[in-house]
């Protein structure tokens, strides 16, 4: 059956640190794969997009990574601040022809000062 | 830019009432619009797809005579729960592509609509 999965565990880590957070996925094959931040009772922000064919995509403090072998996104927050504290969504995008995203069910990361 | 305004933010109403909710592209124009439904703790996930000017698309399991969807504008989507039940309570959240977009763009989302039936 097709999955996408993140940790359902919060991640906790003292400011300052990198936050790495998985997104791992079966028997789908996107073409992106988007990453988005939900701040609680708020809509999904547009973070970072790559694609299929990019190993890694930077901005600013945030670092994804795609491997469509393992079939797995790595989100990485170098430097994390409590501002960071969110949940991080991402979104499988070009399964099909369609422009629908389907949405991992998040995982979220509370950074302690 | 590319901002999303939903509207209204919260909803709370009896059972057996219809419920509208607006879904408006404010400075650009979107060809697309999605609608999405979110239990707590967990993904979004999507509803129907909305086009211009032509009927909504909906996922398999989503009622099509209870989740009514108009698009009639690029600017403009509106989802309207009738007959609501409290099963329905749910935060639902739409999104719109802009027009001309491409696969491997970002959906722009609005700040939701928490709907609560009593």
């Known amino acids: 059956s097709q999955k996408i999965e993140q940790n359902s565990e919060a991640l906790n880590i003292q400011e300052g640190k990198t936050a790495t957070l998985t997104c791992n996925y079966t028997?789908?094959?996107?073409?992106?794969l988007q990453w988005y931040r939900q701040d609680p009772g708020r809509g999904p922000v547009f973070l970072l997009l790559?694609?299929?064919?990019?190993k890694e995509k930077r901005k600013e403090r945030l670092k994804v990574t795609f491997d469509t072998t393992l079939k797995q996104s790595l989100f990485h927050i170098t430097a994390s601040q409590p501002a960071d504290s969110a949940t991080y969504l991402c979104?499988?995008?070009?399964?099909?022809?369609?422009?629908?995203?389907?949405f991992g069910s998040g995982t979220r990361l509370l950074v302690r000062p | 830019g590319a901002v999303v305004s939903q509207h209204p933010s919260r909803v709370i109403c009896k059972s057996g009432t219809s419920v509208k909710i607006e879904c408006r592209s404010l400075?650009?124009?979107?060809?697309?619009m999605f609608w999405y439904r979110q239990f707590p703790k967990q993904s979004l996930m999507l509803m129907a797809t909305?086009?211009?000017?032509?009927?909504?698309?909906?996922e398999q399991g989503v009622e099509k005579d209870k989740f009514l969807i108009n698009h009639a504008s690029l600017t403009l989507s509106t989802l309207t729960v009738t007959s609501a039940h409290p099963e329905d309570s749910s935060f639902y959240i739409c999104?719109?592509?802009?027009?001309?977009?491409?696969?491997?763009?970002?959906?722009?989302f609005g700040d939701g609509t928490r709907l609560s039936i009593l």
């Open positions: 999104s719109a592509r802009e027009e001309g977009a491409v696969l491997g763009q970002p959906q722009h």
């Open positions: 028997n789908y094959s996107p073409a992106y």
């Open positions: 790559i694609r299929e064919n990019e």
């Open positions: 979104a499988l995008d070009g399964v099909d022809s369609s422009y629908k995203l389907i």
């Open positions: 400075d650009f124009q979107a060809t697309t």
């Open positions: 909305s086009n211009e000017g032509s009927k909504a698309t909906y």
